[in-house]
């Protein structure tokens, strides 16, 4: 294992712990042996030992990372998975097409006016692409993927304005129309991704204007470059 992989881990902790440099060429399992000496080495550790087991393991297998995309319907989630999966050329996969496409779903709700998908199906038919990695999830949820699959969870925010223009010229009427302003207002998505996934991974994003969409996509292009650069050397 490379340093900076522990150092994706644990920002501090290279500089906390002396290794010896024939650690490089470990094994997983010996890997996991140092990671246990290292951890209970550190008492204040706020992170726990089988969840970074998980995160070696899985950050070993995969050459980029997983990114979810979420926010209240209209917000730009589609709009920028498209632009940044073409500027990084990781596989866009976009939920709800998904669902549609493999009838990952339990039938039609007419009052939700939207098809009721079937949390099990959907993870059961993702859990071998996203093992590989270099996915970006587009979905108006979050909270029934595992955790563990993501990298960077970003929540896409827009000002209730100019979300209620977009969603009123998509011929949304009343009541849905009103659920997903009041969803924004209250920061629903925001709030879910928080008690879903560990506070550093969760970003919001201001998503106005197209100067947005090109920042964030800039932004998230870096941040990608940067990332799988540590799991190739
Ligand atoms: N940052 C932005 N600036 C200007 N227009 C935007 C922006 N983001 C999205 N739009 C426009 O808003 C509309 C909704 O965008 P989009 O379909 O990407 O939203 P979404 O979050 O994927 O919605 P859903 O959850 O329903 O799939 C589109 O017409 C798109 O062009
Ligand atoms: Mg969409």
Known sequence: ??????????????????????????????????????????????????????????????????????????????TMCTSLAEATQLRHINIGELVKEKNLHDGWDDELDCYVLNEDLVCDELEDVMEEGGNIVDYHGCDFFPERWFDCVIVLQTDNTILYDRLSRRGYKDPKLSNNIECEIFQVLLEEARESYSEDKVIAFKSDNIEDISRNVATLTDWIRNWSLPSQS
Do not use: H, W
């Not at 906390?16 to 650690?23: A, H, M, N």
């Not at 995160?55 to 070993?60: D, I, K, R, S």
């Open 1 to 78: 294992m490379e340093s900076d992989e522990l150092t994706m881990l644990k920002p501090n902790l290279v500089q906390q712990t002396q290794y010896p440099t024939e650690t490089a060429a470990a094994t997983p399992v010996e890997c996991k042996v140092m990671l246990r000496v290292i951890l209970a080495s550190l008492p204040l550790c706020d992170f726990k030992e089988g969840y970074v087991e998980v995160m070696v393991q899985e950050n070993g297998k995969r050459k980029s990372p997983n990114i979810l995309v979420t926010g209240t319907p209209g917000t730009g989630k589609t």
